[in-house]
């Protein structure tokens, strides 16, 4: 495992292909209204179309403006499994969810693929081919098919929300001194990224692949119609700048004078005092909520806007900037900061009342601080995974320090700002809207309306024990909390449950993630075992089985020794080359195994902070959870228009499960 185990999000391969564009309509007056490159091969739309036009040159998918790696420590490339390992595997990661029947006929597909001289190795050799050719053999599919061609909305979706522990201020003051002291600590980490001092992350002390830090920042994707672009790093501008959002209007922010001299947190709070100030007394048009939407409904409306010379210029000052910063305002009718009521801020903003308008969704680093102390980022997935935005909290909030996070400049609530003016100038970036776009943005914000109302979110504190304890007894904690989850699931719906959870490759050269299966026949036999009774020194015996099996996936995971990764390439290669997807790919076991009613990831953080994302399916949950030293915490959704999942009741179980374990391993 990674010092900063994945908190990936898993979006399966078999959602893409079924994935239909909605109709845009307009649904009439908004409440705010009184006072926005592809595959070298072709998306899977095209497939027939390119075997006739594959000398045709391509537009291409991304634009990499990333700066010299100041990490060159040499990594292995991505390996290809062997063949019969990766069906073995397969075969027996299926057990827990077919009959003796569907067991039979899922065997006799994989013999068939398998046979010498069969199907199964001519695309295992042409998939072979291809590592020789590649670093990763996977980089570039993965990043084209798993996300760019995604097409509903990126929040919740594809972005996940992470939560730093509250920083608590008392006023307006407040909040702008600590976001001015996070960003000026961002830049220093930045500074540390691109100087080579940070650091590597290391696995068993070794270094691993640092790639993913080198895109976080001035990242942005671009709406497309049948797949997005994507601009990787910081494009070179005179003067590098941030973007700052409050009351749903967009303000540019230059982070250094004209010599290069970085400005002071002092500074930059001046800055952020001449954005509220200049911010209109009511919140403007929402132009950010077209972020939110569909792609391919996003992209028609993104070619409307630069029609107009000047929504160009402003779009390109987004794409242009390092990130975002969004400063909210208070949520209505929150009397306090909770976990949950930050996770839903920093996840998708609380729909039109409250702060959804007041964000940026294409750009890849979105930096949320709340008016209640409520902090997080939320990022956009293409591109990186949680480790590296962990590790940044991290540093942003102990180098920030308790000093900023109380409000030492006592200024009475509501206190009216104009008069603290200062000669700065924060630039207000402006869009020219006609009554097609305000239709546009109307329809976005009843969607996303829709779409965050449709989000149960509720977060699990335990604070019995943590992951001390659970070492203590000799147990994994990852893997334990793997078998927590299996058990409540049971418990609450007598199956086991298909579930991903992300393993990190970082081991090798520009590796993201594999899938770990933890349902397995070992866990199975272990959550039945309790559930029946079965007493508990053989319930304890079952659980060490299952948690030290879940352990050596999981190790094989991360060593590119895993299972649906290799069925994606093989899966790809026949698309590309002109065969027929393997039939096992279409079986019962297939579709059952990879319909992940569990989307499970580790973020681990000393600090009391989570991962949120939404669940993978719609009648399965999303769980991410940190497990620190006395304590527990995850955060769980599902979606409310599924009547049979309840994030809350799910949170419960899980925690009941946590207490049962602890008196079965004691």
Known sequence: MTNYPVP????????????????????????????????????????????????????????????????????????????????????????????????????????????????????????????QKHENWLEDWWLHRTYLEYRPGLPVNVSPGIVFPCLHFSNQEGQLRTAAALITHILKFRELIYSGQLQPDAVKGQPVDMSQYLKIFGSYRIPGGTHDEII??????????????????????????????????????????????????????????????????????????????????????????????????????????????????????????ENSGNRW?????????????????????????????????????????????????????RQNFSKFAVP??????????????????????DLMDTHVEDVDLDVLDFTDYGKDFIKSRKYSPDSYFQMALQLAYYRLYNQIPPTYESASTRQFAHGRTETIRSASEESMKFVKAVVEGAGSKASKNLLTEAVNAHKKYGAEASKGAGVDRHLLGLKLTAVENGYNIPPFMMDVGYTTSTHWKLSTSQGNSDLKSYMCYGPAVADGFGCCYNPMHDRIIAGITATRSYPGTNAKRFMETVGDTFLDMKRLIE
């Open 8 to 131: 990936g999000l898993p979006i399966p391969f078999e959602k893409f292909e079924s994935q239909r564009t909605p109709q845009s309509a307009n649904t009439g007056e908004a409440p705010w209204k009184s006072t926005v490159r592809c595959l070298l091969t072709r998306s899977s739309t095209e497939i027939a179309a390119a075997r006739d036009t594959a000398g045709m040159p391509v537009k291409p998918f991304k634009h990499d403006h990333r700066k010299e790696n100041p990490y060159p420590h040499a990594l292995p490339p991505l390996p290809v499994p062997p063949l019969s390992q990766t069906l073995e595997k397969y075969y027996k990661s299926l057990k827990p969810f077919l009959s003796e029947g569907e067991l039979r006929h899922t065997k006799k597909l994989l013999d068939e693929f398998a046979k010498p001289g069969g199907e199964g190795e001519a695309l295992q050799q042409l998939l072979e081919q291809r590592a």
């Open 232 to 353: 990787i790093g910081e494009q070179e501008v005179e003067q590098p700048f941030i973007i700052v959002m409050h009351k749903n209007a967009l303000f540019q922010i230059p982070i250094e004078d004209p010599s290069g001299r970085p400005f002071s947190h002092h500074e930059l709070y001046l800055y952020l005092l001449s954005v509220v100030t200049k911010a209109s007394s009511h919140p403007s048009v929402p132009v950010g909520m077209l972020t939110s939407q569909n792609r391919s409904v996003w992209s028609h409306a993104y070619k409307m806007l630069s029609k107009n010379k000047s929504n160009r210029f402003m779009l390109d000052q987004v794409q242009k900037s390092l990130f975002v910063v969004c400063l909210d305002l208070p949520v209505p009718n929150i009397k306090e900061h909770t976990l949950t009521s930050a996770g839903r801020q920093v996840l998708h903003g609380g729909g039109s009342q």
């Open 361 to 413: 969704f294409d750009k890849t680093l979105q930096l949320i601080v709340g008016a209640d102390g409520t902090c997080g980022w939320n990022y956009e997935h293409t591109l990186i995974e949680g480790p590296p935005l962990f590790r940044m909290m991290e540093y942003i909030v102990k180098q920030t320090g308790e000093g900023f996070h109380t409000n030492h400049h006592h200024v009475e609530k």
């Open 424 to 445: 700065v100038d924060a630039k207000q970036l402006t869009f020219d809207l006609d009554k097609d776009m305000i239709a546009h943005i109307d329809t976005a914000v």
